[in-house]
């Protein structure tokens, strides 16, 4: 558990410098190209890197790369507004059964998020730093694995599993620079807080744990200007 530990903080460090690397990046990229100041929408697709943490005696979720549409409306105005934000995604999520670690099945979070922020437009570049809270819509499917682990290592029939509902929260900081006036460039770091209730239903009762569900996000997307 020490050495998975030590690798899991390795690993967040990692994704943390890659993300101020990235923002040093964009904040220091040259002004040679004209901004995208004409474009009411632009498409396209960005890569998701999650990390998730581990709590002693609560299941753990973990997570991996994602791939994801990506989209922006207008361009990105100074000051105080409003964000919203969905985050839809879904973990694997590991229990003890029987002394040792299984997979117990697969949740999927359905935040519906809205938060305020503030903006700061530096050359062709909007930083934004929000803080987003919502409520998140769960739900889970047992693992085959589990299944067989509950009646292998403890003799008893789990039938089911479910996630409960929960509220989320998730600071971040975001940065769009505009490459030129057809494409531009999102780089967006934060963090999901989301600790829902589990339950497997077994044929001697429910057995209730709440899964650490939270994720370290480092986004890094790229937008082209349809019209």
């Not at 339950?199 to 997307?221: H, N, P, W």
């Amino acid at each position: 558990m020490a050495l998975e530990c030590r690798l899991l903080c390795l690993a967040s460090v990692t994704f943390a410098r890659l993300g101020l690397l990235a923002v040093l990046i964009v904040c220091g990229a040259a002004s040679t190209a004209s901004a995208q100041i004409d474009s009411r929408f632009a498409g396209g697709v960005e890569f998701t890197v999650a990390a998730t943490g581990r709590a002693s005696s609560e299941d753990y979720a973990h997570s991996g790369v994602l791939i994801e549409p990506l989209w922006r409306f207008g361009t990105t105005e100074p000051g105080w507004g409003f964000h919203w934000g969905l985050n839809w995604y879904a973990v694997d999520v590991d229990r003890p059964i029987g002394g040792s670690v299984a997979e117990l099945g697969e949740i999927h979070i359905r935040p519906i998020m809205a938060g305020y922020g503030y903006t700061w437009n530096v050359r062709r570049n909007a930083i934004t730093a929000a803080l987003l809270g919502g409520f998140s819509f769960n739900s889970m499917s047992l693992a085959q694995g589990a299944a067989d682990a509950y009646r292998t290592r403890i003799g008893v029939q789990a039938t089911d599993a479910d996630a409960s509902n929960t509220f989320v929260l998730r600071p971040e900081v975001a940065i769009w620079h505009d490459l030129n006036r057809s494409f531009g460039l999102n780089v967006n770091v934060g963090y999901m807080l989301a600790r829902p209730d589990v339950t497997v239903m077994t044929s001697t009762g429910a057995e209730t744990r709440t899964a650490r569900a939270d994720q370290f996000l480092i986004k890094v997307g790229l937008v082209y200007s349809i019209f």
